[in-house]
């Protein structure tokens, strides 16, 4: 694909749900190929057990995910300059990546997420809540960054 | 536009901001259902916050014809409303900011009008957070200095703000989109020089 990028940063609000979640299955799908990384407007929240059990249903490993935010990421030597593409999941992270902009040349796009952690009551409707905002991230990354690499299980 | 502003009714919820009534996203309100279009609309941005502070602060839009330009979720121009504007305007291309505003202009009992009308004042509210933005938005603005219109601008510091065309006229610690609740920002009221 063209305009496959060498470093993506997928973000969200709280980089403990959906942008974990991009960041796994694109580490999935296409490993080697993208430098991947993901990050939130704020450190607040951490992986919860729905997004670890239906990521675990894709063979994606979250357990030993740990949130972090745009300004964590920096103190901690992961240089923003390196990344080509942020991809927001969430209209709080779009904002934040486009305040980026100021201090790093990047690439932002937009991919609207269904957030899952305030739907459903129960567990079974919270799982389909998840599994829901999971897929809309494959589906997205799928139509963005074509098929799965060669020699990956996805 | 009535399905829209159902929508809005139905899965945002109204707040108080800045003393202006606004329906507000929340974590429940599901809209990555609206496609790819971020809806900016759905939330306050420290530019358009401060903008609205200074309006009702000063009156400095007592008795004034205004546009609020890319107003998003109209905080500025309803600000200016209360604030005693004779007549509010909105310029905003997004049709859902449009049926926000109507919504949130009612919930503040304040009329704020679409459309090219003559006015006396321009408020702008944070359109610098993109390059592309910037580009379409600075020759509109230079249009109305040009014709001797007075232009507005608020903005915390975003990307593609014109600095060496401003002049700091205020500013106000406020809130910004996406931040932690109790986190302020530092945010400028600005002349948009000639």
Aim: aromatic share 8%; charged share 20%; hydrophobic share 45%.
């Amino acid at each position: 694909m063209a305009d496959f990028p060498n470093s993506v940063l997928f973000c969200c609000d709280h980089n403990a749900v959906r942008s974990p979640m991009a960041e796994a299955l694109m580490k999935k799908f296409y490993g080697q190929r993208a430098y991947v990384q993901s990050a939130g407007v704020r450190n607040d929240m951490e992986v919860d057990g729905f997004s670890i059990a239906v990521c675990r249903e894709m063979g994606l490993e979250l357990e030993r995910h740990r949130s972090r935010s745009f300004e964590e990421m920096q103190t901690w030597g992961d240089d923003l300059s390196q990344f080509d593409l942020v991809v927001a999941l969430s209209p709080g992270s779009q904002k934040a990546a486009l305040d980026l902009t100021r201090f790093y040349h990047l690439a932002v796009e937009y991919w609207p997420i269904l957030d899952p952690t305030a739907i459903g009551e129960g567990r079974e409707a919270k799982l389909a809540a998840y599994r829901q905002a999971r897929d809309q991230i494959r589906d997205r990354m799928l139509a963005r960054f074509g098929s799965p690499s060669a020699g990956t299980d996805a | 536009m009535r399905d829209r502003a159902a929508f809005i009714t139905r899965n945002l919820t109204l707040q108080t901001v800045e003393g202006v009534a606004l329906y507000q996203a929340h974590a429940r309100s599901r809209l990555s259902r609206l496609g790819d279009v971020p809806p900016y609309w759905a939330y306050v941005w420290a530019g358009g916050a401060a903008l609205a502070r200074h309006v009702t602060e000063t009156g400095m839009a007592r008795g004034q014809r205004v546009l609020d330009f890319g107003a998003g979720s109209g905080i500025v121009g309803i600000a200016a409303a209360k604030a005693g504007a004779a007549e509010v305007w909105a310029d905003e291309p997004d049709p859902w900011a449009r049926a926000a505003i109507g919504l949130n202009a009612a919930a503040n009992a304040v009329a704020v009008g679409f459309g090219a009308a003559p006015v006396d004042l321009l408020l702008c509210g944070d359109v610098f957070y993109s390059a592309d933005v910037a580009a379409t938005v600075l020759p509109v603005l230079d249009d109305w200095r040009a014709r001797g219109i007075p232009v507005l601008i608020g903005d915390p510091g975003r990307a593609a703000l014109p600095r060496t065309r401003l002049h700091l006229v205020a500013e106000y610690s406020v809130h910004d989109m996406g931040d932690a609740p109790d986190k302020l920002t530092m945010t400028g009221v600005y002349d948009y020089q000639p």
